[in-house]
């Protein structure tokens, strides 16, 4: 079985900070990651994924994550947020060899962006 | 452009009515799914569909039944709609692989029951 934790479930910053969204999952095999991001009024989108290759991870929108086996985190992070990042964000896992394709959800983390 | 389109955006029922909420893909996918959306509770899994009539409960499958007659569509049904299933629905799909594939998410369907 496995878990997402995202710690914080309101992050705010400023235009221009660094947006760090965090993220600890609980596997009992080498998991594959996911961030996706949603926009108000919108489905999910996917921002990018980890599956086993590199373990810094580039996305669209100028984000990037980090998988930390020794710390079971994935923690997305964006070096200066512009107030169109303003999302909800959520990260998700997988096990390999899951033919079902199934993910389990975090709870999500709203990103505010302040002018 | 991959797309996965929900029938309504918006949609208002009454309490013991019957609710079909309809799902397409265009991307040939063999993987489906339902979720409800809750604030504070992220993504709860209903049920998912990984071929034509074929199905699994999620997380969360009561009260809820679907339907997947072809390959490109997969229908939530609310038997009895009840004021506790006001909530978000998306639904979602991906290809087969080995767990390493994203979902691709429709834009929602926001269901009140009065």
């Known amino acids: 079985a496995q878990s997402v934790t995202q710690l914080g479930s309101h992050v705010s910053v400023s235009e221009g900070a660094l947006v760090l969204l965090r993220c600890n999952y609980s596997?009992?095999?080498?998991?594959?990651l996911f961030w996706y991001v949603q926009y108000p009024n919108q489905g999910l989108q996917l921002l990018l994924k980890y599956t086993s290759a590199a373990t810094l991870v580039k996305g669209i929108n100028g984000f990037e994550a980090e998988f930390k086996k020794s710390e079971t985190s994935f923690h997305l992070t964006k070096p200066s947020a512009h107030m169109s990042d303003a999302a909800e964000y959520f990260c998700a896992v997988s096990a390999p060899n899951t033919n079902a394709g199934k993910s389990t959800f975090g709870d999500g983390t709203t990103l505010t962006v302040k002018p | 452009d991959v797309k996965v389109t929900q029938s309504s955006r918006y949609l208002v029922k009454r309490t013991g009515e019957k609710v079909f909420l309809e799902c397409v893909q265009d991307m040939d996918h063999e993987n489906m799914f339902w979720y409800r959306q809750d604030p504070g509770l992220g993504l709860r899994l209903i049920y998912f569909s990984y071929d034509v009539k074929m199905k699994e409960k999620g997380d969360i499958p009561e009260g809820y039944s679907v339907s997947r007659e072809k390959k490109e569509r997969f229908s939530l049904i609310l038997e009895s709609a009840s004021t506790n299933q006001t909530s978000m629905y998306l639904c979602a799909s991906s290809a087969v692989g080995t767990g390493d594939y994203e979902q691709y998410f429709g834009p929602g369907t926001r269901l009140t029951v009065t």
């Open positions: 596997s009992s095999v080498p998991p594959y």
